[in-house]
């Protein structure tokens, strides 16, 4: 029951967040979409029909990218992807969920589940917000070769990771 409020509580705040970015650039067609199209998907978890979850995360993921386009705010549109990203993942949690047989179980592994979206959704927003108060000017050579560094270091990360779990498996 906690999992599907937070859920719900996620759907309005994604519809929030996107509905007052482009009201406040004065996109009101634009709001007016992302309100109905929250007030669907809210209608459509509480009545348990979440056969369109994804139909709605691709709505609010294309509303991200318009608002992207039209220079919104970045933290409006940082915290209505995040929020809109944890919506999905919860509501196909749900839905997977649904052939949990014991009740006791099934409360558990929601919550294990929330946990772990709770950390990974506030890293990933941590890791995100200094960039956007934060800036500094790089050449396209100097960041070229930063991310060039970063996933040759991930690579080897991941080699050793691998051969950590071959001993140990």
């Known amino acids: 029951m906690v999992v599907k409020k937070v859920l719900l509580a996620l759907i309005v705040t994604t519809t929030a967040a996107f509905s007052l970015g482009y009201g406040a650039g004065s996109e009101f067609i634009v709001a007016m979409i992302s309100i109905a199209s929250g007030i669907a998907w809210l209608l459509l978890e509480i009545f348990e029909k979440r056969f369109l979850n994804s139909i709605f995360f691709i709505i609010f ?3 991200a990218i318009l608002g992207c386009l039209k220079s919104m705010s ?13 919506a999905w993942d919860l ?10 047989a014991n009740v006791e179980n099934k409360a558990g592994f929601g919550t294990r589940h929330l946990y772990r979206l709770s950390i990974t959704i506030g890293a990933g927003f941590l ?8 800036t500094f000017p ?32």
């Open 74 to 86: 970045s933290l409006i549109l940082l915290i209505g992807f995040t929020t809109n990203l944890a």
């Open 61 to 63: 993921t294309i509303l």
């Open 127 to 134: 890791l995100a917000l200094p960039p956007i108060f934060i």
């Open 91 to 100: 509501s196909r949690f749900l839905l997977r969920s649904l052939n949990l």
């Open 138 to 169: 790089l050449s396209f050579v100097t960041v070229f070769f930063i991310t060039l560094l970063g996933m040759i270091v991930l690579s080897r990360f991941i080699l050793y990771v691998n051969r950590q779990n071959e001993k140990g498996g």
